[in-house]
């Protein structure tokens, strides 16, 4: 019985990485609304919390974000079975069609409606991003200092373009001294 | 070293050497794969515009193009399996170590410091994203503001903010009536004389 169900869920799980690797267009973060999407709202696998877990832990490993992401997941619910099927799946439409595009680069180079189609896309996706951003930020408590920490965040790293590392790593070290070190409400650091 | 497996290398190293995904990784795929003379300055530049326009993480794209364009089908397989692996591979002990402590006191304080973070990154990726594409000039006083502006960008930006914070529309319809308002805008639009 259990076994079944261990199959379902890494049969799941290449399914589910399957639709998001065919539909993520733009790269890492693109992906996000996706992944709330398909993991955490339909199927419950994971909770909203594990996302920007995830996401951090993703950014700040060597790596392909997009895999980072599906593996991590991918492990989280069904092991490592669960890790490789998440990653296969999420790699599969890239592969199958980029081996077309191969065969007709010139002309799909040359083709006007298709970029058309992309360029309303990439528009799309800045919305889907926020969203993405809106709902993560219904699970961390609305205080000064979380608002400070995201505003200092955004600003190091969309104007002045600071390394998204550097910036969770500073996250790190605050959060050690702040809710480790001086054990400010440990209630908050938890949620 | 045959063909195939200075594919999987490469692609391998450039998998392992990329922290922070994407983009970041361009200039040592240029490195390696112009370099070795798989690929023209001027074929990678269209191949990053065409990656602009199909579904997928960029490093996947690059890796399975180079392969397929150099050695076939075996090839692209090589080229993608060597730039997932190192992600792969480091991710598996990450995640171990990971669900193992994350109820640390300290692995909590440092994610309670490190989440919000987090989100004003991904706030700043929709703006960097949003400040390439909405805005196509430079600024040069106010009266410039109208000129600079993509402003069937906006149009569809806004119409797919409005799609999903109002109507909860889900992600994929939402990229397909993106793609839709695409052609008609950019496509349709001018042939009617807009």
């Known amino acids: ?191 | 070293m045959s063909h195939l497996l200075l594919l999987f290398v490469t692609f391998f190293k450039i998998g392992l050497f990329t922290i922070g995904g994407g983009y970041a990784m361009i200039p040592l795929i240029r490195e390696e794969v112009i370099g070795r003379g798989w690929l023209s300055a001027q074929s990678l530049t269209d191949f990053i515009a065409v990656s602009e326009s199909t579904p997928g993480p960029f490093a996947v794209n690059i890796a399975t193009f180079v392969g397929f364009d150099t050695a076939g089908l075996a090839g692209a397989l090589c080229s993608t399996l060597g730039v997932i692996l190192p992600s792969f591979l480091i991710i598996l002990f990450v995640a171990k170590f990971f669900l193992t402590f994350s109820k640390n006191r300290w692995v909590q304080a440092a994610m309670g410091g490190i989440r919000p973070v987090v989100l004003g990154l991904i706030v700043g990726a929709a703006y960097s994203i949003a400040s390439g594409i909405l805005v196509i000039g430079s600024y040069s006083g106010f009266a410039s503001l109208l000129s600079i502006v993509d402003w069937k960008a906006v149009i569809i930006c806004v119409v797919c903010c409005v799609m999903q914070f109002k109507f909860k529309v889900k992600a994929i319809p939402l990229i397909g009536s993106a793609a839709a308002m695409g052609l008609l805008l950019y496509g349709v639009a001018p042939l009617i004389g807009w």
């Open chain 1, 1 to 191: 019985m259990e076994k079944t169900d261990q199959m379902k869920k890494i049969r799941s799980l290449f399914l589910t990485f399957l639709r998001i690797g065919a539909f993520t267009f733009g790269g890492g973060y693109a992906m996000i609304p996706l992944i709330e999407q398909e993991t955490v709202e339909r199927t419950h696998w994971i909770e909203h919390e594990d996302v920007l877990d995830i996401i951090a832990i993703a950014e700040s490993t060597p790596g392909v974000i997009a895999i980072n992401t599906a593996t991590f997941v991918g492990y989280k619910v069904a092991g490592f079975w669960g890790s490789v099927a998440a990653t296969l799946g999420v790699t599969i439409p890239s592969l199958v069609i980029i081996c077309l595009i191969s065969l007709f680069f010139e002309q799909f180079v040359a083709l006007k409606w298709v970029s058309y189609a992309f360029a309303g896309i990439r528009a799309g996706v800045i919305a889907l991003i926020l969203g993405a951003a809106v709902k993560l930020s219904k699970y961390t408590k609305r205080n000064a200092l979380n608002i400070s920490l995201l505003v200092i965040a955004f600003v190091l790293s969309a104007l002045f373009g600071i390394n998204a590392i550097l910036l969770i790593l500073g996250g790190l070290v605050f959060g050690l001294i702040w809710f480790g070190l001086l054990k400010k409400n440990e209630k908050e650091a938890a949620k």
